[in-house]
């Protein structure tokens, strides 16, 4: 099942009527050219460009990041600027981080769709992906294009109306090659650690049946691995980083509004086809993270969209043996009001992220709200449209101040803040090595030493998706915005 917006369809009809038997490329102008800016004097931000510090990310890899529509790279202490023009929605590394696949969005800014693009990280042999490959599409749980872990190459499952549907293996140079599943609706593409296998939700016609199944990339045979009961759709979360297990949730009646709220969370293990279901969690795969041996898996578990209430992050065994441990608890601090106790605002803990290492988890903490639906109203009994907008705008600011950077063991204990990082966390991410902590923060992307030591901005305003800055019940797609190649 596809997890995109209504709307969608329109979009990329619009980028399909503009498709060509050759590749369009990006104008010859300095994004092809790889103008870059010095660390020593990085520009001033404008109400059209971003501002940065190279000099704060050296040694910790290659940036990929968009701030009003255009996309810039930085890396080795300079910055590139991609795109000059329209609107750049999530960028993605190849796995040798020589490539950039991104959208360009027709239509709106943030439409739920557009045309595929491949780009060299100097903005060197930019093009578009040619034919029904090129036909992206994504949303909150899922994207149409993902890297291989292990080669450069592309799985795309385009849409199935204009476009034939099916999954694609794109090439950054030459043709896509179509491998299975022609003319049938094709969930989010995900990879197998060792590159070998695609795993993708297929929906059968008719019986709206969703199958998860895995296609061989050097044969292109597809198994089918669980099948789920007529329409019931599978929204896959991801592969165990062992490459046994898959992650996914199974939603009754293709259902968005079901989903929004919250479904079980499966873990199928491909030797055994056993299914364990773990608590029920909100279907954001960013949401998920698993220990580097796959042992385990930190998940927010919560029901209900809103994402200030009844959230917490636990470690759960994926093989439903050991059940799941609630993180920060252990530590005397009060954690989210887990399951079905909506009524106590409580703590929240957001945003779990494994080190490297195994022997942390990062989270975000924050001041739970309570049960309510949104960010509107005001504090009188009647109000105006301005009046509702500035006391929205005041709440969602108070409530940033509450969101802190916290370091946990994966049992539970030594539960620390990292008080250096600042408030306003999201989206915190681990550097290869476990020494730093790249996360946003003010809507820039900033970068913070674990042992200790100021955090440091690092790029920004970066742009957060289409329901910034209060996000869907509180959620923002950074990764719309951002990705860091480690």
Not at 233 to 244: E, H, K, V
Not at 249 to 254: F, S, T
Not at 324 to 333: D, E, H, N, S
Not at 421 to 426: F, L, N, Q
Request: net charge neutral.
């Amino acid at each position: 099942m596809k997890p995109y917006l209504v709307g969608l369809l329109a979009v990329a009809a619009a980028a399909a009527a503009v498709l060509l038997n050759l590749p369009p490329r990006l104008p010859a102008t300095a994004s092809t050219l790889g103008a870059t800016a010095t660390p020593s004097l990085p520009p001033p931000a404008t109400a059209t460009s971003p501002s940065w510090n190279a000099a704060a990310f050296r040694g910790l890899g290659s940036l990929a990041f968009v701030s009003h529509g255009l996309l810039y790279v930085m890396r080795g202490g300079a910055v590139t600027q991609i795109t000059h023009s329209g609107t750049t929605i999530h960028p993605e590394w190849s796995h040798d981080g020589q490539w950039l696949a991104f959208v360009r969005a027709s239509g709106a800014p943030y439409a739920q769709g557009g045309q595929l693009w491949l780009t060299r990280a100097d903005g060197s042999d930019a093009h578009a992906v040619p034919g029904a490959a090129g036909q992206a599409w994504f949303g909150p749980s899922g994207e149409s294009y993902a890297w291989s872990p292990t080669a450069d190459v592309l799985a795309a499952t385009p849409l199935t109306s204009p476009g034939p549907g099916g999954l694609y293996l794109v090439p950054p140079t030459g043709a896509p090659v179509p491998t299975a599943f022609a003319g049938r609706d094709v969930g989010s593409p995900v990879w197998s650690p060792d590159g070998t296998t695609v795993a993708v939700a297929v929906t059968a016609a008719g019986t709206r049946a969703d199958t998860l199944e895995t296609v061989a990339v050097r044969t292109g045979a597809a198994t089918v691995q669980y099948r789920a009961p007529a329409l019931t759709g599978l929204i896959i979360a991801g592969y165990s980083p062992d490459g046994g297990r898959i992650a996914f949730w199974v939603d009754p009646d293709h259902s968005a509004s079901i989903a929004a709220d919250g479904l079980p969370l499966s873990i199928l293990d491909l030797a055994t086809r056993a299914v364990t279901q773990l608590p029920k969690t909100l279907t954001y795969p960013a949401w998920l993270s698993w220990s580097p041996g796959g042992g385990s898996l930190a998940v927010v578990e919560g029901v209900n969209r809103w994402i200030w209430a009844g959230k917490g992050v636990v470690a759960c065994d994926p093989t439903g043996r050991l059940g799941c441990t609630a993180l920060l608890r252990a530590a005397g601090v009060q954690a989210g009001s887990y399951g079905p106790q909506f009524g106590n605002p409580g703590m929240v803990t957001l945003d779990p992220a494994w080190s490297p290492s195994g022997k942390t988890i990062a989270l975000v903490q924050a001041v739970g709200r309570g049960n309510v639906g949104g960010w509107g109203g005001c504090p009188q009994a009647t109000c105006s449209a301005t009046a509702s907008q500035a006391y929205a705008t005041q709440q969602l600011a108070a409530w940033l101040k509450t969101r802190v950077l916290w370091l946990v063991d994966p049992n539970g204990e030594d539960a620390r803040p990292l008080r250096s990082a600042g408030t306003g966390i999201y989206d915190p991410r681990w550097s290869a090595g476990g020494s730093h902590i790249v996360y946003i923060r003010n809507d820039a992307i900033w970068e913070v030493p674990v042992a200790g030591g100021p955090a440091e901005r690092v790029a920004g305003p970066i742009d957060a998706g289409p329901d910034a800055p209060y996000g869907f019940y509180g959620y923002l797609r950074w990764s719309e915005g951002w990705a860091w190649y480690r």
